[in-house]
């Protein structure tokens, strides 16, 4: 028995096998009995052949499968939703030779063209379009075996069109192909914008559901806008809701820096001191709920018309302290209302209903609150309160905290604010203030 080493070529890399053989026990006799042995690297396989008379040794033929041993995945960062939209592009390749040169191919639209080449494992491009696209890669070896491996990244970029009268099937990429509802378009948006179509000749509704608005925290620095006039959100309360209904609005945790846009929640209460069977709407019902951070209701407005609840509720509401959760996890932290209006925000006398309520740094400015009892309320740990150029008009109560304050550099700045025909002994504190270390109260006017 004996061996011979061969050295061969696999695909321009040099492997030694070692090949037992010869004699009648020999690994190249046909049919033989097989003493021989071969050695493989890693990563190699295959099969060895006689080609020679039976009997004799001959040729040794040995055929090999070699594993690519190159591969590459693809991911990307859209760094702006709505289209004309920059994406970076970034490979991350693996490769049983770490030394070898490699160039990166790019086809921007996986049309098989290849529209880029880099010695770096990252580009950008310029998307033009809304819709859907996929970018692919090819890393190319540029010595030795010339290995080549492909990924893609598919994503979406808006803006994304929602148009209450559009046809049915549409994928919400134009005006033309709108899709129906607003929880379509935030489930299609990829932190971009969804365009709500307005105008006084559609309503959208949220009443079950399968049609409460909810941006989870996947959506965070969404843009939910009406165009075209503001659009009328439909809001029936009364003894058919469903438990679990309000809030028909949340802005859920860590879905931070949304944007709300010229929207209009018409409450519409099936009668005075309504009470669902379920309470579903009962005491702490809200309309908006503001979990995530950095959010921004701009131009909007919540009315209750036909009647009122019995218990208290609110309108935009985030939790702060008293929601039992850490700052800064769930809190609704430096919310912005700006040139809003809320109206008719009333319920049984022994309870509360209040437009805004909000915690930690909240600005409030522009706003016009109309016949409501309390028209603001500030939750636990407010630490730069800014209410400024609101106009409250026939309000019975007042800007109310929802707790005592007490500690270091709180802050408020209440000024330029207009208190209009409303119940006379009307106060913008409610409650007890205690350290607040700069607060300035100027400017403020009652007619």
């Known amino acids: 028995m004996y061996k011979r080493r061969i050295t061969i070529a696999i695909l321009c890399r040099a492997y030694i096998l070692l090949v037992g053989g010869g004699g009648a026990g020999g690994f190249c ?267 921004t209701i701009d131009d909007c407005s919540i009315s209750v018309r036909g009647g009122y609840p019995k218990r208290g509720w609110y309108g935009i509401f985030c939790p702060g302290e008293n929601s039992g959760a850490s700052k800064g996890d769930g809190l609704g932290l430096r919310l912005k209302v700006r040139n809003c209006t809320f109206s008719g925000f009333n319920c049984h006398p022994n309870f509360a209903a209040i437009p805004v309520v909000s915690a930690y740094d909240p600005q409030i400015v522009g706003n016009t609150f109309t016949n409501c009892m309390y028209f603001y309320r500030t939750a636990k740990s407010t630490d730069a309160f800014l209410f400024v150029s609101n106009v409250i008009v026939e309000c019975s109560r007042g800007l109310d905290s929802s707790a005592t304050y007490d500690g270091s550099a709180r802050t408020a700045e209440i000024a330029y604010n207009i208190l209009k025909a409303s119940k006379p002994g009307i106060a913008f504190f409610k409650k007890e203030y205690r350290g607040m270390s700069a607060a300035r109260i100027h400017h403020n006017t009652a007619i």
Do not use: M
């Open 29 to 295: 006799r046909a049919g033989g009995g097989g003493g021989g042995s071969i050695a493989y690297p890693n990563g190699v396989s295959g099969n060895i052949y006689q080609n020679g008379a039976p009997g004799g040794c001959g040729t040794v033929i040995v055929r090999v499968a070699v594993d690519a041993g190159i591969a590459v995945n693809l991911g990307g960062t859209v760094l702006s939703g709505d289209a004309p939209a920059t994406v970076s592009l970034t490979a991350q390749v693996s490769t049983d030779n770490p030394d070898e040169t490699v160039e990166y191919q790019w086809d921007f639209e996986s049309d098989g063209i290849y529209d880029a080449t880099t010695s770096e494992p990252t580009t950008t491009h310029v998307y033009a379009t809304a819709g859907d696209h996929t970018a692919t890669v090819k890393v190319v070896e540029l010595t030795g075996d010339r290995r080549e491996a492909t990924a893609t990244y598919s994503f979406s970029l808006g803006p994304i069109y929602v148009d209450a009268n559009a046809p049915a099937g549409g994928d919400g990429y134009s005006w033309e192909t709108a899709l129906q509802t607003i929880p379509e378009g935030i489930d299609r948006a990829n932190a971009c914008s969804v365009l709500v179509k307005g105008g006084l000749d559609r309503v959208y509704t949220v009443n079950s559901e399968a049609t409460a608005l909810v941006i989870p925290e996947d959506k965070a620095n969404l843009t939910i806008k009406a165009v075209d006039g503001h659009a009328a959100i439909n809001v029936p309360i009364g003894t058919e809701i469903q438990t679990g209904l309000i809030p028909y609005l949340t802005i859920g945790a860590k879905a931070n820096g949304v944007t709300i846009s010229g929207l209009d929640f018409i409450v519409n209460v099936a009668g005075d001191n309504v009470e669902p069977s379920n309470s579903s709407i009962g005491d702490g019902g809200k309309i908006i709920s503001v979990l995530g951070d950095d959010a």
